[in-house]
């Protein structure tokens, strides 16, 4: 069963503390792209990877980091550093990152900040 | 820098009437893509339009896209309970990125 695969579901983030949020995908696709959704908002780019061992910054990359060690994987790490978390955080994929292609979508991982 | 607009930001409607929502780029678009995000859910991918003037069809759903390659729309006619969500435009900005419109809530009046 193909898909792209997020964990938690939820997750709350202590003051102080770096969260990572876990991105899978079994659809053989080169691009991965991260994006944060606020209430009745849009999506926003945080990060996004053509190919594994490279990614680049999206419009709101501050506070946030990402590795691609591996073509399925794609973690986004919220460092402290982000004062203002709570979001729900989309990993999406597509096959090489056209724009002109269909991207992806995982259920999200809601971040709250106790 | 390059904006997509999408009006309205909600709309209320009866179950049966129709909906339309409204997808505007500051630039000319290659092509223009419409997701649809149930309630606490993810988007997902409805359709693409590549076409100057396409217009194109899914059950009670219409999809335009306009001679400029400017606008988009996408209207439902006589709505359901299954079409409650939020309905978003997305357009390529750059060869790896897409830039998304806010999105239309439909939300169905009890």
């Known amino acids: 069963d193909g898909g792209i695969t997020q964990s938690p579901k939820y997750l709350f983030r202590k003051e102080g503390q770096n969260v990572t949020l876990s991105c899978e995908q079994n659809?053989?696709?080169?691009?991965m792209y991260w994006y944060r959704q606020d209430p009745g908002q849009g999506l926003r780019l945080i990060y996004y990877?053509?190919?594994?061992?490279?990614?680049q910054k999206g419009d709101i990359a501050e506070g946030y980091s990402v590795s691609r060690e591996k073509k399925e994987s794609f973690p986004l790490t919220v460092t402290s550093a982000q004062k203002n978390p709570t979001a729900f955080y989309l990993c999406?994929?597509?096959?090489?990152?056209?724009?002109?292609?269909?991207?992806?979508f995982g259920p999200g991982t809601r971040l709250l900040v106790l | 820098g390059q904006q997509v607009m999408q009006i309205p930001q909600y709309q209320h409607v009866q179950e049966g009437e129709d909906f339309t929502t409204y997808c505007n780029s500051s630039t000319t678009l290659s092509n223009i893509q419409w997701y649809k995000q149930r309630p606490g859910g993810h988007p997902v991918f409805l359709i693409q339009?590549?076409?100057s003037g396409e217009v194109k069809k899914q059950k009670r759903l219409t999809f335009q896209f306009g001679e400029a390659k400017k606008n988009s729309s996408l209207h439902i006619t006589a709505t359901q309970t299954t079409d409650v969500g939020t309905y978003f435009c997305a357009g390529p900005r750059s060869n790896y990125q897409l830039i998304w419109g806010a999105g239309t809530k439909l939300i169905i009046k009890p």
């Open positions: 659809l053989n696709h080169d691009a």
């Open positions: 999406a994929s597509n096959r090489n990152g056209g724009g002109q292609e269909t991207q992806y």
């Open positions: 339009l590549v076409k």
């Open positions: 990877s053509q190919i594994v061992n490279d990614f």
